[in-house]
């Protein structure tokens, strides 16, 4: 039985909360989530956020309807896409709107199958008794850096850069999406943030408030705790699925 929470918060420094997340459990079938992060001043980024969240949940209806039966991940994709057309769009209605742009983390979990799709610095990560595992890869630029040898991980997360991204939603007509597969079990976690978490507490603070047990609901609040705790100069949201 599969156990699914979310929630957002502006934290203690934003007058704003350009965050954006939503998610749906249907038993016995799938699940779904997705957390959005927005840039491009106060306006901008929560149109951006909120926009690309609701496009992506409108084309995840498709789940809902025999008949338009998609193969998972082209699905997850083309709803990531279709979110990107809908701010892109958006952007070319008001001057204010002009270059505004989000991250997109989504994850459809059906069965024992785990779809993630990525376009920014939102994360999702696989969380087992033994290890957690980022699933994603950030499009930043200390990840590129990171991954040239140049930084550590923990250097990268102090690092003055840490917050500029690569590639994001709605700032070009077409955008490369990220697409990841694959399989869990029973007792895992499935967990998707936006960088005001990460930021702020480690990958092994959050395996270990997740293994520290509870509902959903109650893990995600103890870890929104922990970054209140830290600061939280930016806006948090975190999903989190229970097998």
Known sequence: MVSLWGLTDRGKVRQANQDACAYKLEEGNYAWAVVCDGMGGAAAGDLASETAVSRFRNHMICLDEPDEYQEEGELMV???????????????????????????????????????????????????????????????VVEELVQCGEITPEEARIHPRKNLITRALGTTRQVKVDLFQREVKEG????????????????????????????????????????????????????????
């Open 188 to 243: 895992d976690a499935i967990l998707l943030c936006s960088d005001g978490l990460v930021n702020e507490v480690t990958d092994q603070e959050i395996q270990k408030e997740v293994l520290a047990g509870g509902t959903p609901e109650e893990i995600c609040g103890r870890l929104l705790d922990r970054t209140l705790a830290e600061g939280a100069p930016d806006n948090v949201t975190i999903i989190l699925f229970q097998l």
């Open 78 to 140: 083309q709803a990531t896409e279709a979110a990107n057309r809908a701010v892109y769009l958006k952007s070319g209605t008001n001057r204010a709107y002009a270059g505004m742009g989000t991250t997109l983390v989504g994850a459809l979990l059906k069965e024992s199958t785990l779809w993630v799709v990525n376009v920014g610095d939102s994360r999702a990560y696989h969380i087992t008794k033994e290890t957690i595992q980022r699933i994603t890869r950030d499009h930043s």
